[in-house]
């Protein structure tokens, strides 16, 4: 996919918070101060002075343009966060970057729809999570829109490679667009983005975001 390897993301639970700092000082990372004494208690980076490895750690949830809760749900795979979360991570991104529009295309291209977590894409948790919240719904939606777009401009991927991604945001886009929407998503939808729908994230990589 040609994808630049940028840095490491964890994901740990609060309770574990405490002993981040000797972990990380132990394997010869320095901390960011900065990043590190305002946030220390959600989120922490880390850096290797011999590599310039970055790593960025998570406490509990993910927070950038629209919020993930993850608490809860750090065991339903043992080694990363849920192929739904994995999805809902990179989709919430507002202003999205080429490197993840090829995360969400490689993530349909090898996993399949389902409505359990796992081994698939769990869109029962993606729809009921999106049809709460306009402003995750708008973004998300959007986004697979330009990854739909994106994936037919990729010679790296076959003609079938294609509409297998493709087909796939049909069929996730649809379910989204089906599934029933609460009071509170149906109240913001008529502001629409006349009024800021995400939360301002800050940037801690540089990036080309994609036209």
């Known amino acids: ?3 630049p390897l940028t ?3 964890f994901i740990t639970a609060s309770k574990y918070v405490q002993h981040i700092p000797d972990l990380f000082s132990s394997l010869g990372f320095n901390g960011n101060a900065r990043v590190n004494t305002l946030y220390g208690r959600t989120r922490q980076i880390y850096e290797d002075p011999k590599t310039g490895r970055h790593v960025d750690i998570f406490v509990d949830k993910l927070s950038f343009c629209h919020e993930i809760e993850l608490a809860r749900r750090l065991t339903l795979d043992p080694v990363t966060i849920s192929l739904a979360d994995l999805f809902l991570e990179k989709a919430q991104i507002v202003k999205i970057s080429e490197k993840d529009v090829k995360d969400i295309a490689i993530l349909l291209r090898e996993h399949e729809l389902g409505n359990q977590d796992n081994g698939s894409i769990n869109t ?4 009921k999570l999106l049809s709460d919240d306009w402003g995750f719904y708008y973004t998300a939606t959007t986004n ?3 990854v739909r777009d994106y994936v037919e ?3 790296i991927f076959g003609g079938e490679d294609k509409r297998t991604v ?3 945001i049909d069929a996730l886009t649809e379910r989204i667009e089906r ?3 609460s009071m509170r998503w149906k109240l913001r939808a008529r502001t629409g983005t006349k009024m800021k729908w995400y ?3 800050e940037d801690v990589e540089n990036f080309t975001p994609l036209q």
């Open 1 to 3: 996919m040609n994808r």
């Open 7 to 9: 840095d490491l993301d």
């Open 124 to 127: 029962e948790y993606i729809v």
């Open 144 to 146: 697979l829109k330009k």
């Open 153 to 155: 401009t990729l010679d």
């Open 166 to 168: 493709q087909a796939k």
């Open 179 to 181: 599934q029933g929407k």
């Open 199 to 201: 939360n301002e994230a």
